[in-house]
């Protein structure tokens, strides 16, 4: 096969080492080039999504937070009995219960507040933590990580006390009527919804960071791919122009050929 017809089957200018060698390494640099900017987004994508969870987690917190302290200020007036502060404490138990069942989220069968222990819940039935303080880093850049999770005892606590014992201490101040206890979980609260919004702004930070370098990521591997293209791709038009020169080349060659063959017969047969 010439390498014009080759080159017209395979859309490829390289087919072989020997048709350009140089060519033929530059286009594996290019290749490898490009899987690792694809992996690079593969990954940036897969810790976006959990940090997106992360997020959506500590929103949900907060909200359960802020109606907390509604209902404390609430309790805390004189109008208020000690029915009234009774009932709103089922409510508190109920919020307690939820925040602590949003610290032992999944994302992709693992505990994402546990640290590097993400098969264990990070918080047991006594709201003492069980993760570590590990940060699992991803691989976004050949020189560059990012931290895909935040440890429970930085999402769910604040000044060695977790939001689910603040609630807990609510529940306590609401049933046994201590109008004092309760004014003061307040800022308990507060300081819990601060430490959420710290927490939420890191993470933030995070996702806007692996936005704009998956947006770079994809610039570098549209260019790689276009010059991978210019290397090895085949001009088609131009390999089929090459192919019709050869063709008819070879027919007048034939046909020469020809016209020679039968005038050597007749001399021969004169």
């Known amino acids: 096969m010439s390498v014009q017809s080759e080159r017209l089957s395979t859309g490829k200018k390289i087919n072989k080492p020997s048709d350009d060698v140089f060519g ?9 080039r490009i899987n690792e900017m694809e992996q690079y987004m593969k990954n940036i994508d897969e810790a976006d999504s959990q940090l997106g969870l992360t997020d959506t987690i500590m929103s949900s917190a907060a909200n359960a937070l802020i ?16 029915s009234d502060r009774a009932s709103i404490a089922e409510e508190i138990a109920s919020l307690r219960d939820e925040t602590l069942r949003l610290s032992q989220t ?24 069980s993760g570590d303080t590990n940060m699992i880093n991803v691989l976004i850049d050949r020189d560059s ?25 609510l ?15 307040t800022t308990s609260l507060d300081n819990a919804l601060g430490q959420i919004a710290n927490v939420r702004a890191d993470v933030g930070a995070r996702m806007g960071y692996l936005e ?11 260019s790689l791919k276009m010059l991978l293209s210019d290397l090895e791709d085949t001009d088609l038009a131009g390999t089929i122009s090459e192919l019709t020169k050869i063709q008819y080349a070879l027919e007048s060659l034939r046909a020469s050929g020809s016209k020679v063959l039968s005038q050597s017969l007749m001399d021969f047969l004169g």
């Open 67 to 82: 109606r907390a302290r509604e209902l404390a200020l609430q309790a805390s007036t004189d109008t208020q009995t000690a």
């Open 212 to 222: 704009r370098l998956k947006s770079t990521h994809a610039d570098r591997s549209t």
């Open 106 to 129: 999944k994302f992709r069968d693992r505990y994402i507040f546990s640290g590097y222990k993400t098969d264990a819940q990070p918080f047991d039935a006594g709201f003492n933590y």
């Open 171 to 185: 529940y306590n101040a609401l049933t046994s009527n201590d109008v004092t206890a309760i004014r003061a979980s």
């Open 24 to 32: 033929l390494a530059n286009g594996m640099d290019y290749k490898v």
């Open 145 to 169: 990580t990012v931290s895909i999770n935040v440890t429970g005892d930085e999402a769910f606590s604040y000044g060695g006390e977790t939001y689910f014992e603040t609630l807990d201490n």
